[in-house]
């Protein structure tokens, strides 16, 4: 079954074809990034409108590199949310009337289903997670815990209960002058300060909610923490370097130490890491130390797909198509969508 994947929820327009028996065959990804820098932050009707513009001719060149025709195609998944209202829309409507012109079923996907399964579309048997395991969902819009007892049977076993972690990274790294997408830039600031001896450790934030049981997050306060060290500092580039090295160490220790719990309480050894924050190169270290320390293992999908893309849809939908399940005719989103 060869299924095509649309992602719109935000600000990437994706899309891949994956094929049941010959796994990826083609994937691109267009980023908006520099349309919003300017605003600081995703504007929601200058992304939609952006998809419109792009994902026709992504749709041509991922069908030209798989060297396949739209009547190659055997359904058409996209993601109809959680995410942005208009651009989730585009993909939906260009998915379900491309369904419908081919005769070929088109399913909905749950964006974070995606992210969950990422790791999945690995092609070496040996490196790919097998259900059952415990998924670390760290983007922009989420921070949870999940346990995958199965494919499609997911039990939520904590969340934010305020920023998400991507959401901390970006807030922080404003607060502290950096554009926008922040996150990458704070990592890569916080790499710096560890070149200056003596200056890892000159600031030491709080881990959230780790003094008390539970696999719950909070990230708000630590943005407040970072506001107050900012702004009670000499603002140099030095402090503002080590400002970052403090917020991304107690980022990615509370992670770390709800992770382990996390694996506890669900009795498995493996836990998989997706999302756009699975890029911090310290938070994978860290995890890789925690899991090693309990026997068991860390995975991590392909780091192009550890943030929005659209393979990570085309597979969830081509496993539920699979299955047998699909739409009907009329087009649904849900900007707001428990998984
Ligand atoms: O999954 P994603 O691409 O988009 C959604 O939010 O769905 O995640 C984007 C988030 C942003 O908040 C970005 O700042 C963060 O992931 N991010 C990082 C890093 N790379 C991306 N945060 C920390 N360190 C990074 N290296
Ligand atoms: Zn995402």
């Known amino acids: 079954?060869?299924?095509?994947?649309?992602?719109?929820?935000?600000?990437?327009?994706?899309?891949?074809?994956?094929?049941?028996?010959?796994?990826?065959?083609?994937?691109?990804?267009?980023?908006?990034?520099?349309?919003?820098?300017?605003?600081?932050?995703?504007?929601?009707?200058?992304?939609?409108?952006?998809?419109?513009?792009?994902?026709?001719?992504?749709?041509?060149?991922?069908?030209?590199?798989?060297?396949?025709?739209?009547?190659?195609?055997?359904?058409?998944?996209?993601?109809?949310?959680?995410?942005?209202?208009?651009?989730?829309?585009?993909?939906?409507?260009?998915?379900?009337?491309?369904?419908?012109?081919?005769?070929?079923?088109?399913?909905?996907?749950?964006?974070?289903?995606?992210?969950?399964?990422?790791?999945?579309?690995?092609?070496?048997?040996?490196g790919r997670p097998e259900p059952p395991f415990v998924a670390l969902l760290v983007s922009g819009g989420h921070t949870q815990l999940v346990h995958v007892e199965a494919i499609g049977r997911y039990?939520?076993?904590?969340?934010?209960?305020?920023?998400?972690?991507?959401?901390?990274?970006?807030?922080?790294?404003?607060?502290?002058?950096?554009?926008?997408?922040?996150g990458p830039q704070l990592a890569a600031l916080a790499e710096r300060s560890d070149k200056l001896p003596g200056h890892p450790g000159a600031f030491r934030f709080s881990r959230p909610m780790?003094?008390?049981?539970?696999?719950?997050?909070?990230?708000?306060?630590?943005k407040t923490q970072v506001l107050l060290a900012w702004r009670n500092s000499d603002q140099s580039d030095e402090t503002r370097a080590d400002i970052a090295r403090g917020f991304e160490d107690a980022v990615v220790e509370t992670l770390a130490i709800k992770c382990g719990r996390a694996l506890d309480a669900a009795g498995c050894g493996t836990l998989v890491v997706a999302g756009g924050v699975g890029a911090n190169k310290r938070l994978r270290v860290r995890l890789e130390e925690m899991a090693r320390e309990r026997g068991g293992r860390v995975s991590f999908p392909r780091p192009e797909f550890c943030t929005d893309n659209g393979a990570m849809i085309a597979f969830a939908g081509a496993l539920r198509l699979q299955a047998g399940q699909h739409d009907d005719a009329s087009v649904r989103v849900a900007p707001r969508w428990d998984m």
């Open 210 to 222: 780790t003094d008390r049981p539970g696999l719950d997050f909070s990230f708000s306060g630590l």
């Open 1 to 126: 079954m060869k299924v095509l994947g649309i992602e719109t929820s935000c600000d990437e327009t994706g899309v891949a074809v994956y094929d049941t028996d010959a796994g990826l065959r083609a994937h691109a990804l267009y980023s908006q990034i520099a349309l919003h820098a300017e605003y600081g932050g995703v504007v929601p009707e200058l992304a939609s409108r952006d998809h419109v513009r792009k994902l026709l001719p992504l749709i041509r060149q991922t069908l030209a590199e798989a060297g396949l025709a739209t009547g190659d195609l055997d359904g058409v998944a996209y993601t109809a949310g959680p995410g942005l209202v208009g651009a989730l829309l585009v993909g939906a409507g260009v998915a379900r009337a491309l369904a419908w012109a081919l005769e070929v079923p088109a399913i909905g996907v749950h964006h974070m289903e995606g992210h969950l399964l990422a790791p999945l579309l690995e092609n070496d048997p040996q």
């Open 155 to 182: 039990r939520l076993l904590g969340e934010t209960l305020d920023d998400a972690a991507g959401e901390a990274f970006d807030k922080t790294a404003k607060l502290m002058g950096l554009p926008y997408p922040g």
